[in-house]
Every structure is written in C-alpha cells, then in structure tokens.
C-alpha cells in the first residue's frame, strides 16, 4: 500500500534532504516525502512513545486547513533501520505529545495519524534509541470519503451523573441496557428506565487494589443472579463479587503478578460454570477456573505462553459447541494465537498453520459471521498502521485472507479497538474500529464513515432496537432507520446464568445470521450480553435456535420482531421483555408488596424463579402485589391482561 501511495504522489512532492537539529530550528515541512539523515541533534524529551534517544532531528508541521495527516517512515536499502516517530502541539519550551508509534508501518516502520487544525504548528522528532541510520518519511492528507449511502447518524447523548463509563450491560435484569462505572473505592451503574431515563446508583466497595485501568469484564460468575465485574489492571485482577441480594460488593483480588490487557468471562471448560480469564503482557496467558463451589483457582499456562498477550476474544470458530480463543498480539512476540477447545479445556494453536504468525501488530480483533455464510470470520485490525487482515472461515478449519479488494486493504485508520456489530440493522455484521465505521455492503467489502464516533462499549441505551456506542459521559445515539430487528437474551439453567458461549441463530427470508454470546470483545470495554440481529426489510422470523453451552438445542418458531426477547434453558417459550413503555414494578428490589403500572386490573400474574419453576400465580387486585411469600433472589413477572403478556424481572430482597 505504501509503495503504490509514493508511486501516485511522488510527482506532487519535493525530496527535502536536510533536517534542522533542535526543536528551536525545527526545519519547516508541507505535504511530501522528506529525507532524515543520520541523526546528530539534540534528543526528544519526553518521547512519545518507548525511550529516550540520544539524539533527535526535528521538523515542523503548520496545517493549512482542519484534516488528518497520515507520517509514514520508510527504509530503503537498509531493512534493519528501526526507525520511532514522536509529534507534538505546545511551544519548544513545554511540548505536549499528540502521538507517537514505533513499528506502526510495515516491519520495523513507523506511523501515525493525527488530526490538525488550521495555522496550529506540529513538531515532529525522528529519535535513535534504536537506530541512528537514515531514512525518509512520507506526510500527506488522509482522504476522508463522504459517508456512504444509508449512514447510521450519532448523536453525542449525556447521562446526567455519569463519568467513567467502560460498560454497556443489563445489570438488573429488566431488558434494558445499564451504564456501568467501575471505580477504585466504589463503582456507579446509571440504571436505564423507559424514554431513556437514567438513574445512577452507587456500590461503595473496598478500595480496589486493581482499578479497571486497562480493561473491563461482567458476568455471573457464581451464577447467584447478580452480575460480577472483573477489573484488569497494570498489576494484576480485581473481581467485584455481587451479594445474594444484588445490593452490595465484596472484592477479591488475586496475588499474583498479571499485567492484564483484556479481560473476559467463559466457559472454559464447558462444565457449566462461568471461568474467567486475562491476557498478560509479559508472560502466559491466565485462567481464573470456577470450582462449581464459589471459588476462583489461579490457572496458567495452556492458553499461549509468551508474552505481548493483548486483546482475547472467545468464539466458536470451528462450530464444535465450545469457544475457542483468539488473542491479537502485539510487542514483544506479536504471533497471534488462534486456540480451539477439544471441549474439556484443552486448547492448541494452530495459528501458524493459518499463516497469522507474521507479526502483525494489533490489540483486538472483530469476529462475526461477515457473508452470513455460518461461520466466524475475522477482521484483525491494526494498532498502530494501517494494515489490516480480513480472513474468510472456510468451514474447514481454514481462513482464506480476502482483504485485496474488500475496502479494508485501501483503509489506513488504526485503533486498538475493534469490534463487530450490526450497526445499521440491514442484516450484516458492521466493524467499528480505526476511527470510522465500516459498513458491511453484503458482498465481502465494506464502506467507510469516518464521521462514527469512536469505538467504545456498544448497546442499546435508549431500548430502541438499535445499538448506541457509549462515552465516558454517556452515549452516541443512533439516528436508526426503517430497518426490522429481533434481539435474544439468554438465561442457563444446566448451563452458566449468562449463558456465555451460547450461539444463536435467526432464520428469516434474509437468510440465516449467527452470533456468540460473549464477555468482553475489542481491547478495553465491556459490551451488551445478548444477541441483536438486524433484520432489514423482512417483516418475520422462521426460527430462533440457541445452541446451549450445555450442549441442548432448542427452537422457537416465528417470535415477534422489533422486540427482546428472554430464553431461559429448558423453560421458556420466548416471551418479549415488556408489551408497552409504562408497565413498571418498584420498588425493585422487592421485599414484601410491590406495585405495577401499566396493566389492567383482575390481570393474571405469574411469577417464575431463576430455574423456571413457577413459584406464584394469582389474580392482580388494584395495583399491588404481595412477594413477601417468595424466597430471596432473581424472579421473573409475567402479567396476562388486555394488553397481552407483559414480562420483566425483579430481585426479592
């Protein structure tokens, strides 16, 4: 890609063959390909990225109108030149780094990708901590397209009391999406109610020896009906332990040294039980394995064992009923790994067969069914260039690289998040990563909008069937269209509470769609724990199948669409969330009497258990009900009247 960009612009640049030594005399650039000779100046400090130098050569950069530059470095003649870039805003006298990357590009290359502003001066430093050979860089305008037909438009939206938020998760069981804020000496969830309302309540904890500093994880992990947070931090795992009631945190934090990247909750070993798990920066990988008896046991090895462990997702790439792991690498031994399960727990790379051990540098990678075809595939995104893989699952235990010609080849945005949804509910599975959205055309290539907001936590935070990206404040609404869609929450019973590892199919006249229940997909952030199809035009769906962790099968034929709906294991028959906006309970939790609205007196009311069993069943009389008889835990409502089933869940104190 680099050598075709100089081959088409070279006639527009001028060769610059000498560099200024100082910041002060800082050699002045415009668009081109710049030459940088053996470095003699005085050294870059702070560096923007890696260590000090001992000397720099500087360059400075005064942007003419507001775009986005693209560095790049390159070597010629000399392959071990390894070359570190460092770009700053401020005055000599106190620089600010912007950005800086060390093999971003093409082996031991450089890039990076910054926005300017118009008449604001960059200042960029060329440093030799690892080499003092030269070389030349190319700077030039990154070309932003329109946006392409049929953009989902955001729309930045604030949660009053929000700040910090790394979550998008359902954390009181009533359908709809909460903002999670995890903390040091206490966490916030912002609770979503109808019209898109927020409430945020606070969970003191004890002060967390490890904060969610570099990713963040959720799942009933003890399966007592209440979701847990894992925070991965710089020194090791935190788990923040929900109480029988929900109402209260106990922390745990393990003794040994992780330098935990991403953070995730699976099944390992498919014995029913929720494990956990942590990449590790500089050493193997780690699993945190659930003993069925509530405890966690410190497990590595088994699941990579060098280091540069960044971004693990865990899917069903050979569509054997057990999750496989896929860790994006990157440092200090960037081989990806791609591990299946045998099914008890025993995983094995088979990476290299795959032609993923190029060191290729990346912190995350987005899965999902791109041709609807019935297998993962993979975008592997770039963390510091823009070089990005797209591999096509055979359905043979293969991948085939398709990235020529699929849009992603001529993308030069990096991130070190990337995820996998569908954004715009037309039936395709979208990517968000790199600084735009890549919308999936449904013919193997995708078009760019870099308008998108940047990648974060995803759900839907305002319950109308299409997917936000969340802030740090809040969230990027999504404008919607006329598109259709169905989206599945799950319940195990045999298998874990959050049914992670499930897979879900939806049959309609599109075709047929696929997706992995997952905890912790990208590189940082914690995303909704379901499954949301876009259905685009179709008006219906044939089937819904879940594949259990457990192994059960089941199918429900023909649900409702532009609705949620709740499966639990071995029990339920599909009903949506809630019928209309104003059907509420409260309080909730419950202790003795609550009162409903939103439904019709002399209305039948059911009341299930976590396992299913049904545990109430009477006539409503006014507005209140007494749950003083149920025993303490997760309870799910239903209430039959003249607005048809009515469904949501409560906690009894």
């Known amino acids: 890609m680099k050598q075709a960009l100089l081959t088409a612009t070279a006639a527009l640049f001028t060769l610059t063959v000498a560099a200024q030594t100082s910041c002060a005399d800082a050699l002045p650039v415009v668009s081109g390909i710049h030459a ?28 003419t109108n507001d775009t986005t530059m693209v560095l790049l470095t390159h070597v010629v003649g000399v392959p071990d030149t390894d070359t570190k870039v460092s770009v700053y805003t401020g005055t000599c006298a106190a620089l600010s780094c912007l950005i800086g990357d060390d093999d ?116 009933d992990w003890d399966s007592n ?37 991403r953070t995730n909750f699976v099944d390992l070993n ?26 966690l046991v410190f497990t590595q090895g088994g699941y990579g064992t060098t280091c540069g462990n960044y971004g693990s997702i865990f899917t069903d790439f050979n569509n054997d009923g057990s999750m496989d792991l896929f860790v994006a690498k990157c440092g200090c031994d960037p081989q990806d790994l791609l ?31 791109f041709d609807n075809d019935g297998d993962m595939d993979v975008l592997i995104g770039s963390s510091g260039g823009g070089v990005h893989k797209l591999m096509r699952n055979n359905g043979d235990g293969t991948l085939t690289d398709i990235t020529a010609g699929s849009g992603m080849d001529s993308f030069t945005g990096s991130s070190i998040e990337w995820t996998a949804h569908d ?21 193997g290539t995708f078009s760019h909008d870099a308008t998108a907001p940047p990648n974060h936590a995803v759900g839907d935070m305002n319950n109308d069937g299409f997917l936000d990206i969340m802030s740090a404040a809040g969230y990027f609404a999504s404008s919607g269209n006329d598109n259709n869609w169905i989206r599945i929450n799950l319940r195990g019973t045999v298998s874990n509470r959050d049914a992670i590892g499930a897979r879900v199919t939806v049959t309609s006249a599109l075709g047929t769609q696929i997706r992995d229940i997952r ?69 909730n939790p419950a202790t003795d009497m609550v009162t409903l609205t939103g439904v019709a007196n002399n209305s039948m009311v059911e009341v299930y258990d976590a396992t299913g069993k049904l545990v109430l069943n009477t006539r409503l009389l006014g507005t209140q009900l007494s749950v003083a008889g149920l025993a303490p835990g997760v309870h799910e409502l239903r209430v039959v009247g003249k607005n048809g089933v009515q469904h949501l869940r409560f906690t009894k104190a």
Not at 285 to 290: K, L
Not at 342 to 366: E, R, Y
């Open 104 to 219: 971003g590009g093409d082996g031991l290359t450089s890039m990076a990708t910054f926005a300017v502003t118009t008449g604001a001066t960059y200042t960029i430093a060329f440093d030799n901590y690892y080499s003092s050979l030269g070389f030349s860089f190319d700077l030039h305008p990154l070309y932003t397209p329109p946006p392409p037909e049929g953009t989902i438009i955001f729309t930045a939206t604030s949660i009053i009391g929000a700040g910090g938020i790394m979550g998008a998760v359902d954390m009181n069981d009533d359908g709809r999406d909460d903002a999670v804020m995890p903390g040091y000496t206490s966490f916030n969830i912002g609770y979503q109610y109808p019209l898109g309302a927020y409430a945020i309540a606070n969970y003191p904890t004890s002060p967390a020896v490890n904060t969610a500093s570099w990713s963040f994880a959720i799942g």
């Open 225 to 261: 009906g209440h979701r847990d947070l894992l925070y991965g931090g710089g020194s090791g795992a935190t788990f923040m332990n929900a109480s029988g009631d929900g109402l209260s945190y106990t922390q745990h934090t393990f003794s040994q040294y992780i330098f935990c990247q």
């Open 423 to 443: 954004f715009n509910n037309d039936g395709w599975i979208d990517i968000l990563g790199g600084g735009a959205m890549h919308y999936n055309n449904g013919d």
């Open 519 to 587: 905890s912790g997909d990208g590189f940082r952030y914690m995303s909704f724990i379901g499954a949301h199809f876009g259905l685009g035009a179709d008006d219906a769906v044939q089937s819904v199948q879940i594949r259990w962790p457990s192994g059960a099968v089941e199918v429900f034929d023909e649900l409702a669409i532009n609705q949620t709906h709740t499966i639990i294991e071995g029990v339920s028959i599909g009903i949506p969330e809630e019928a209309a906006d104003d059907f509420r309970m409260y309080p």
């Open 36 to 63: 940088v000779p053996v470095s003699s100046g005085t050294p870059n400090n702070p560096t923007c990225a890696g260590g000090v130098g001992t000397g720099a050569m500087w360059y400075s950069f005064t942007a």
């Open 339 to 369: 591990m299946p399960n045998n099914g008890s727990g025993v995983f094995t790379n088979i990476a290299p067969a795959l032609g993923l051990n190029d060191s290729h540098q990346s912190w995350s990678s987005a899965w999902g069914d």
């Open 270 to 295: 498919n014995d029913g039980n929720l494990d956990a798990f942590s990449c590790h920066d500089v050493d193997a990988n780690v699993a945190f394995i659930n003993d069925g008896n509530g405890n």
